[in-house]
């Protein structure tokens, strides 16, 4: 049903019910005047929402029943018998009505007319010449609620409650460490359910903050003179009602600079070849505890020169600076004060709110904003938001032997540095600096920052995100993470500028929470040093896909592998495992499987779990130590690790965490199951393009157990802006089915121009008729193959690479 | 009838209202405050409430900030929807105001107590100086 209508017959329900008794005050003393107002009241607000939402009949009733009882409250007539009985006779007939349209969500055929005509005459001082028969109309309890109203700030209330019975139950957690208590395991649990509760309690679809913007976006269609389309996605998702407040009028903002800076006028539009009609899509979605939404237009992109002009008429940069930025430093320059990409200032957007403001709204709410920008092709704000206000999930990090906490969602990765770990960190000029995968990071010593005096090693670094760029923060620890109830810091504390809040730990210590973007803008705003996209090549972004994670090897540190590719978890018997050669085979279900991650002097009298992966015959079984939960998680991960069997270092949890590469695992143990090829320039590149993280994650082990060194991307435009990038391959394998632009469209692109025009595209379908071959074959494709047809795929792959071959010799 | 809570702070007696005082407790378990004022000498939770922990005696130049040597109590006071803790080198009774043991404070008192009181409490003949909680902090918020 109609979100508007369910709100309108909750609260007529709930008038209606309150309205009883004052009808039976009102039949008893009709000159009672505040039983006349309730009455009075309903009637009014039912006729005023009816008209709003398009009830005829309803409003009709209850126009002639408003009409009457004003004239009764205006004291123009005195209630008599007639009256009080043709109102109760409209409020039953109103209640009729509603309970009708809350069975079917229409209004029921009916004709009031003669009621109404009793209702006029009386409101014109006639008698009418027959009355309504006394309970004429079907009395019906109204329908039991399917919700009820609560007042904002009795769910705020619960919801602190709650948040600091989260708080007294990690305490006790803490304290009795053992955790085997059943007792505490079950106020844990209990205490979990009722915050999920509380928390959702709070939520709302977050199409509550963008209702406005279609009737905004027709209106600005009009005063711009351009046509419009405003696409929108992901209404349905949702989040705390704090955010979306907070969210409301940055994304009206938004959207009117996007139709009147972004999108370019028709004419513009024609000369330039594209659709005379301007699209703005506003997408959200859940990644892990935070929503994304994006706001992209298909407009001009951003004006880099103008950009430049602008920082160097302010001041923001040196006309040096201004030449060499890169594009990602420029396109932050949207978010200074003061600067604007518009050459003239319309009435539509010079309203003096920048986007400095926008930005400063969503950091108030711990939430960030980036933007990217294609010349010609459009620019696509990203806005990451929590969950939720209240409780924030946090790293621990020690510094100098203090702690502090830093926002989760502020952290993009964590890496290790010092002589054990590929990482180092050097100095470029008087700036510390981190290589980061063929990049150069800044980073700010958080012990120097701070003043701090200790001999612990700095030993991580946090690779913070935000802004649009990527900074690096150097501490000596890290620990847990921990849901913290936030608590603004007080005036002397807030002065420092550095501090985004305080909470209480598990272990009744306070604890400061560092403020990541105040920290981020010492080193990153105004310093030279280039600062990296979020975009880098050669990181894999997966969406939030289910994630096992599970120890080995007794390191503490947690691993993971992609549920997906577990086919299922064994408990291994000692007599069930047998030493062979070097290592070790176990029997499950009659065949001897290669048993992987048992050290040579293993203990063998005791039971292990393993986790069991097959590959068509081939299986093997990964032996852990424990398999401690399974998360949604926003992994990103660098592929380009040297190590083998080991994807990369990605955060899952707040945890710096190892992928398991599956395929290194199979090609080490079943030397049968591939052909791995050692050099790695030898290997010749694949890039497979698709939107589905469980393919990307299937095909990504696969295809590099086979010999090929795979980079996999999720869209279109990333696999393009490989390819503008100077990145190149020896085949592309692409999805077809993918959102926005497909893989037809990649095709065309790929063959219209550009270095990959002679690069053999295959693509990859889920349906595969001769139809969709022709049509594939049309657009640019080489070959098809059915998704799921591995054999025929490494097949085709290699034919299609000797093919390559034999044309280039 | 108001009542005092009188204490002992960098060799003078003072005292605060004891409807002003949420408690009194010894410093424990401060977290420093990097780069804050020296006077702030840590955050500490206080029954879920995280307390900024701060020593009006280096505030108002009576002392130095000595590393690792907190005062021995800490007096507890809400102020502008914040929770402060006043470290203090002792806490003595809850007096209760006798009209006659009030005194406006000389106009001339050379202090720095002097712009945070403005009457005296004799007790047992010794002069406390009823400071202004209020204005203690707000004075430190302007500083900060």
Known sequence: ?809 | MTQYVTMALADQHLAVDVMAVEDVLRPAALTPVPLAEDWVRGITNVRGQVVTVVDPAIRLGLSEAAEDELRARCVVVRHDGDVYGLLVDDVGDVTTRDEDAIESTPIALGSAWAPYTSEILRTDGIPHLILDVAALLGTTEGLA
């Open chain 1, 1 to 809: 049903m109609d979100e508007l209508l369910q709100d309108f017959l909750e609260e007529t329900n709930e008038a209606l019910a309150a309205v009883d008794v004052e009808l039976v005050r009102f039949e008893r003393e009709p000159e009672n005047a505040d039983a006349l107002a309730h009455i009075f009241r309903l009637v009014h607000t039912v006729k005023g929402s009816c008209g709003f939402i398009g009830l005829p009949r309803l409003e009709a009733l209850a126009h002639a029943a408003e009409t009457l009882l004003d004239r009764l409250r205006e004291g123009a007539l005195k209630p008599t018998a007639a009256i009080v009985t043709e109102t109760l006779a409209a409020v039953d007939a109103i209640r009729v009505i509603t309970t009708a349209l809350a069975n079917d969500g229409s209004e029921p055929v009916g004709d009031d007319s003669a009621l109404i005509t009793r209702l006029e005459q009386l409101s014109d001082g006639q008698e009418p010449v027959s009355l309504s028969a006394p309970e004429s109309a079907d009395i019906q309890a109204a329908p039991e609620a399917g919700s009820v109203r609560v007042a904002v700030e009795l769910l705020d209330e619960l919801m602190s409650g709650v948040s600091e019975l989260v708080l007294t139950r990690n305490q006790i957690l803490n304290e009795r460490r053992a955790g085997t208590d059943t007792l505490h395991q079950r106020l844990s649990t209990q205490v979990g359910q009722l915050q999920d509760a509380v928390v959702r309690m709070r939520m709302q679809p977050i199409d509550g903050a963008w209702r406005m913007l279609p009737r905004l976006v027709r209106q600005l269609s009009v005063d711009l003179e351009k046509p419009l389309d405003l696409v929108m996605s992901g209404g349905e998702t949702e989040l705390d009602r704090q955010m979306l407040a907070a969210l409301r009028d940055p994304l009206a903002h938004m959207v009117r600079n996007a139709a009147d800076h972004g999108i370019e006028s028709q004419a513009e539009r024609a000369s330039a070849g594209k659709p005379a009609t301007g699209r703005i899509t506003l997408a959200a979605s859940q990644e892990g505890g935070h929503i994304i939404v994006t706001l992209s237009d298909d407009g001009c992109g951003l004006d880099l020169q103008s950009l430049r002009e602008k920082a160097v008429a302010t001041g923001v940069m040196s006309r040096r600076e201004a030449r060499t930025a890169s594009e990602t430093r420029l396109g932050q320059l949207v978010f200074a004060p003061g600067l604007t990409t518009a050459t003239e200032i319309t009435p539509v957007s010079g309203r003096g709110v920048g986007m400095d403001v926008v930005r400063a709204n969503l950091e108030s709410v711990g939430g960030s904003i980036d933007i990217s920008s294609q010349a010609g092709v459009g620019t696509t704000f990203t806005l990451r938001l929590p969950l939720t206000l209240a409780i924030m999930p946090a790293l621990l990090v020690g510094c100098a032997g203090q702690r502090f906490a830093v926002p989760q969602v502020a952290v993009a990765e964590l890496v290790s540095i010092g002589s054990e770990s590929q990482h180092e960190l050097e100095m470029l000029g008087d700036t510390l600096a981190l290589r980061l995968r063929e990049r150069t990071v800044p980073v700010l010593d958080l012990r120097q920052r701070f003043a701090l005096t200790g001999d612990d090693e700095a030993r991580h670094v946090l690779v913070m995100r935000g802004r649009g760029a990527k900074w690096g923060l150097v501490v000596d620890e890290v620990f847990d993470t921990e849901e913290l109830v936030v608590k603004p810091v007080s005036p002397a504390v807030a002065a420092t500028d550095v501090y985004a809040g305080q909470a209480v730990l598990g272990d009744g210590r306070s604890i400061l929470i560092l403020d990541a973007q105040a920290l981020g803008t010492d080193i990153v705003e105004f310093d030279a040093v280039a600062a990296i996209t979020d975009n880098d090549v050669g990181t894999m972004q997966t969406a939030t896909d289910p994630i096992m994670l599970f120890r080995a090897d007794g390191d503490p540190r947690p691993r993971a592998v992609p549920v997906n590719l577990v086919a299922r978890i064994e408990d291994i018997t000692p007599e069930r495992i047998e030493r062979a050669g070097d290592g070790f085979v176990v029997q499950l279900q009659g065949k001897l499987v290669p048993l992987i991650g048992l050290a040579r002097d293993a203990d063998l009298s005791r039971s292990t779990a393993a986790l069991l992966f097959v590959d068509g015959e081939a299986a093997i079984a990964l032996a852990v130590d424990a398999v401690n939960d399974i998360v949604e998680a926003d992994v990103r991960l660098d592929i380009g690790s040297d190590e083998e069997c080991r994807l990369g270092t990605a955060v899952i949890e707040g945890r710096a965490t190892e992928l398991i590469d599956v395929g290194a695992l199979f090609s080490r143990a079943v030397p049968g199951a591939s052909t791995m090829v050692t050099e790695a320039d030898s290997q010749p590149r694949l890039l497979v393009v698709d939107d589905s993280s469980f393919f990307r994650n299937m095909l990504t082990p696969l295809l590099s157990a086979a010999g090929y060194r795979v980079t996999a991307v999720p869209s279109v435009d990333e696999a393009l802006e490989l390819r503008n990038s100077g990145s190149r391959f020896d085949l592309i394998l692409s999805d077809i089915e993918m959102p926005e632009k497909t893989g037809l469209d990649f095709a065309r692109a790929v063959r219209e121009g550009g270095a990959w025009t002679a690069t053999p595209l295959v693509a990859l379908s889920s349906k595969a008729d001769e139809a969709d071959m022709d049509v594939g074959m049309a657009a640019g494709f080489d070959r098809y193959v059915a998704k799921f047809d591995r054999q025929r795929l490494l097949g085709l792959i290699d034919t299609s690479l000797r093919l390559r071959e034999g044309k280039a010799a």
